[in-house]
């Protein structure tokens, strides 16, 4: 009964030590106010640029006036597999927003992002600055053809 009664008094005593010993740890104080953004595809630091039409095979892209459904369901598809772990349609995550993205980027620079990122991070200002924005993370190649590229852009226009 006495070492249960001295165990228990140990350590009612080492937890009644000074405050100051508490903050020995790690401590995250704020010091102003810090309000959690809901970030949409607009808040970039990169800039428009629609001009640009990347680096890669693709060199002309001609969107009719109307989206296909048949081959933007397809494109969901393809981008569901492939692109969501991280790319959002209306967020940032590991990668930018993709709603708006025809407002920021020709047809042609995402297309060739889709099917060059190596090439385009390594040699064009628009994926350099991207890529440093993300915190150096690169997209990686996922060996789509072009017809699976074109169907995510065309699946990008209904966002």
């Known amino acids: 009964m006495k070492k249960i009664i001295l165990f228990f008094g140990l350590v009612f005593l080492m937890s009644c030590g000074s405050s100051e010993e508490k903050k020995k ?69 590991i990668g930018p927003a993709m709603q708006g993205i025809y407002d920021r980027r020709s047809p042609e620079w995402v297309m060739n992002m889709l099917l060059n990122p190596t090439e385009m991070l390594k040699d064009d200002p628009i994926a350099n600055a991207l890529l440093k924005e993300y915190n150096n993370v690169m997209m990686l190649n996922q060996n789509l053809s072009q017809d699976e590229a074109r169907s995510i852009a065309e699946y990008l226009r209904t966002l």
């Open 25 to 93: 740890g790690f401590e995250y104080n704020r010091t102003q106010k810090e309000d959690k953004k809901a970030y949409s595809a607009g808040e970039s630091s990169v800039p428009i640029d629609l001009d640009n039409k990347g680096i890669g095979p693709i060199k002309s892209v001609d969107f009719s006036g109307s989206i296909d459904n048949d081959l933007a369901d397809q494109g969901k598809a393809v981008f569901t597999q492939k692109c969501t772990a991280c790319h959002m349609a209306n967020r940032k995550l």
